[in-house]
């Protein structure tokens, strides 16, 4: 059966740190993956998506970044933190468009 | 950008009472899925709608997708605590985004 590991579960940061938040996904092959954020109380802000190997679409542009350095592997960057980066980071993978996202246990990130 | 808006953002229903929620986008969907959030924990998949004017059923749950594909909702009828979190749609276009709706929190007093 299919899996998905994000982590860590919570981290807390100082403001200008870097980041690094990674998410792979095991029993399947190609998935689309996708990073979401969430603010507190708030949606989920599509923040970056995935269809392949090196194969990375932005959504908002900000000082976070992501790579899919092997098909089950994404990481989310960033270089230097930002008060405003604090939330509750999902990864999700789905096989293919119109099929049901499956989403880790989350990392909350508090940035201070 | 896409919006995939919801209302209510926030609703309180006696144990028993009927809720709904109610999705809109700004632009015609392939597909409309929900998920159930519960408090502290991640988006879990309810169902997925594809075709124009559907309407399914989860035992006390209905679903519906709006005939020109722009719209959804989600009622519950004779809610439960079980039913507690905040209730998702998640808007999918040609391709392989989806987005999702800003939510609406349910709390249910027992």
């Known amino acids: 059966s299919q899996t998905i590991h994000q982590w860590p579960a919570t981290l807390v940061q100082p403001v200008g740190s870097p980041l690094s938040l990674e998410c792979t996904v095991e029993?399947?092959?190609?998935?689309?993956l996708y990073w979401y954020r969430q603010a507190a109380g708030r949606g989920l802000q599509l923040l970056f998506y995935s269809v392949g190997i090196g194969q990375i679409s932005s959504e908002v542009p900000q000082n976070l970044s992501a790579s899919r350095p092997q098909d089950r592997q994404f990481i989310l960057s960033s270089k230097k933190l930002l008060l405003s980066d604090s939330g509750f980071y999902l990864c999700?993978?789905?096989?293919?468009?119109?099929?049901?996202?499956?989403f880790g246990q989350g990392t909350r990130l508090t940035v201070v | 950008g896409q919006q995939v808006m919801q209302i209510p953002q926030y609703q309180h229903v006696q144990e028993g009472e009927d809720f709904t929620t109610y999705c809109n986008s700004s632009t015609t969907l392939s597909n409309i899925q929900w998920y159930k959030q519960r408090p502290g924990g991640h988006p879990v998949f309810l169902i997925q709608l594809v075709k124009s004017g559907e309407v399914k059923k989860q035992k006390r749950l209905t679903f519906q997708f709006g005939e020109a594909k722009k719209n959804s909702s989600l009622h519950i009828t004779a809610t439960q605590t079980t039913d507690v979190g905040t209730y998702f749609c998640a808007g999918g276009l040609t391709g392989n985004q989806f987005y999702f709706g800003t939510g609406t929190s349910l709390t249910v007093i027992p």
């Open positions: 999700a993978w789905c096989q293919g468009a119109f099929t049901e996202a499956f």
């Open positions: 029993g399947t092959s190609n998935p689309n």
